[in-house]
């Protein structure tokens, strides 16, 4: 299977590079750049074919599709800096990124009769109650200008092509990149003393195990909309942080011990800062994975203890 993927220089983008290696599938990857510039690991994203692609760009995206004929176009390319997103000089460009680009990808899917996985979000929703929201619920009323572009990517493909996978995810933590988990890591080095949000709940999304589900699902044809996070049960972002500091410690770093560092839960009130609205509620349902026949992701709690490994530390 050919299979194209954007955004490589990403968290996602590599990984999925990697798995379609593992499987024997012929990956193209693309991003802005010229030339390849992701994680340099030895691994088979940094030497697997690449072609510079700018989703913005109808004729590129037109061109190098039409050269390439893939079978399923793997989309994981994004603009995902929530907060800038919100700038007024930045939201024209957000749009371009994530909804043009989407369209642009999805028309040229249509025209090459290729399939197409579009990576969408928790911010699609408006984080209210407390239900884990449904995969094929259509109840979207995104908070900000991230969530609202977003949604209109997922538009676009359902709107284009009847061959797709939309999948949702969130809190996303992957070796190529930055991420909750490094901020944490970094901030814990230079403080006694951190505050974190306790009143927005989801689950993390480890790249790895999601690159692996992506795969599974183009190796199929059970299209639609699906949520993928890891398993492990629902968390605050304060959860999410004491135990990244409870496993660092027993790995060795006692500077991420409770004797040397205090991780205060707040409210998002009380935290403050933030430029675009969060949603309170992030759960999201997967079970429609295993109804489908697909392996959910790990625990994220185990999916943490692999990625704190992977990083060396």
């Known amino acids: 299977m050919k299979v194209f993927v954007t955004g490589v220089a990403g968290q996602l983008g590599h990984d999925v590079m990697n798995e379609l290696a593992d499987r024997g599938h012929e990956g193209i990857g693309s991003d802005i750049r010229e030339v390849y510039s992701g994680l340099c ?15 913005t760009d109808t004729d590129s995206v037109g061109n190098v599709l039409k050269s390439v004929r893939p079978d399923v176009v793997i989309h994981c390319a994004a603009w995902t800096a929530v907060d800038l997103a919100e700038d007024e000089d930045k939201q024209e460009t957000v749009h371009r990124v994530n909804a043009d680009g989407t369209r642009n990808i999805a028309e040229a899917c249509r025209e090459l009769e290729s399939r197409m996985v579009y990576l969408s979000t928790d911010y699609i929703f408006d984080g209210t109650g407390t239900e884990p929201w449904q995969p094929d619920c259509r109840n979207y009323s995104p908070l900000n200008v991230y969530g609202r572009t977003k949604l209109e990517g997922e538009q676009a493909v359902s709107e284009l092509l009847d061959r797709y996978f939309i999948v949702r995810i969130a809190w996303v933590f992957g070796k190529n990149g930055k991420n909750f988990i490094r901020t944490m890591l970094n901030l814990g080095k230079t403080h006694d003393r951190l505050t974190v949000v306790n ?13 692996r589900l992506l795969v599974d699902m183009i190796e199929t044809e059970k299209y639609g909309y ?88």
Do not use: C
């Open 199 to 211: 009143d927005q709940i989801g689950t993390p999304t480890y790249t790895y195990d999601l690159a």
């Open 41 to 55: 690991d030895g691994t088979a994203a940094e030497s697997m074919p690449y072609m510079q692609m700018d989703i």
């Open 226 to 313: 699906y949520h993928a996070t890891n398993e492990g049960g629902y968390i605050s972002w304060y959860d999410f942080a004491a135990e990244i500091f409870r496993q660092a410690a027993e790995l060795g770093h006692p500077e991420y011990d409770k004797d040397h560092l205090t991780v205060i839960p707040v409210t998002t009130e009380e935290y403050g800062l933030s430029k675009a609205a969060r949603p309170f509620n992030s759960r999201l349902d997967k079970s429609k994975l295993i109804k489908n026949g697909f392996t959910p992701l790990p625990a994220w709690q185990d999916a943490l203890a692999r990625y704190l490994k992977e990083i060396g530390l």
